[in-house]
């Protein structure tokens, strides 16, 4: 495995030069590094490996792609500022993480802002969504990046070391949250402490009791084995967890108009692909989980969904004003 330090200190020279084929007279023979936090198991781990895969195939070999997956080259922050400034080419989080450079472009995660996983890849499809266009011209001028697909992990479900119906029972406790502001405002309307921790760490603070929960994709949630160190699963769906894949704006420069046109199309495939594995999976999860020892709660149990959703979305309201009219526009997307 690569060291982080080298890799920052090394791949930023990289960015600016040949490797890239940034200034070069041709765009061919691209050499692109992507990287994520995802662990093997998750779905955006596949995905992952399936664009080191195909974008080779797909521009016949002028672009190839090395994968950094499960934090290998640092965190959240490390990943966004090094496809920033191009010591990392390519990689995939959380619309939130891009909040930074592009000013509420987080709305794209909201919560109980979409309808299904189809409405969440609709609504931020980077060819069609009037919505995402908007927002990646304010990423590219803010942030010398774009976005150019996005995949879907399924919706967003809590667990924890005990069973929780409503925000009344999280009234205090310290809850794990993506260090962002909107899962900081998230865990406020679900009523407890919210807590940052990377993913790379939760296993560890959620058995040492230093969060008791957490909320993840049921993929996740299985593939991080979350399972050993929670109790319960609680099906509140609070989130359709859709996840930009973003560029470095000079090396998406640096390739042919026909190799963008090919990764383009091949990023929707893969996208399409990652709503019918992530629907299928989800099913295929609950009774999973449920042999490895976790409780599943739903509505029929008493789990009180209404409650979340109204003292979640109050607290995004007041913690974004601004967002209100995105919103609209996005529950009109079809």
Sequence with gaps: MIRRREFLAGGTMLAAGAAFGIGSASAQNVRVR????GSEGDIQYWYGDEAGKRIPKVTGGRVTVQVFPNSQLGGVQELIDGVRSGAISMGHHEFASLARLAPDIAVFNAPFVYRDGAHALAATDPQKSEVLIEFNE???KGGGMRI????FRGARQMTAKMAVMSPADLQGKPF???PLQLWTTMIKGFGAIPTPVEVGELPTALMTGMVVGQENPLTMINANKLYEVQSH???TGH??????VFVNEKVWASLS???RKAILAEFETMAQETLQAANKAEQDLIGELQKKGMKVITEKDGLKVAEFREKVVAEVNKDFPTWKGYMDRISAIR
């Design 34 to 37: 992507y990287a994520h936090v």
């Design 138 to 140: 304010k990423l590219v």
């Design 148 to 151: 150019v697909g996005r995949l």
């Design 176 to 178: 794990r949250g993506v």
């Design 233 to 235: 699963v609680m099906l």
């Design 239 to 244: 989130m359709q967890n859709v996840l930009p």
């Design 257 to 259: 108009e026909d190799d």
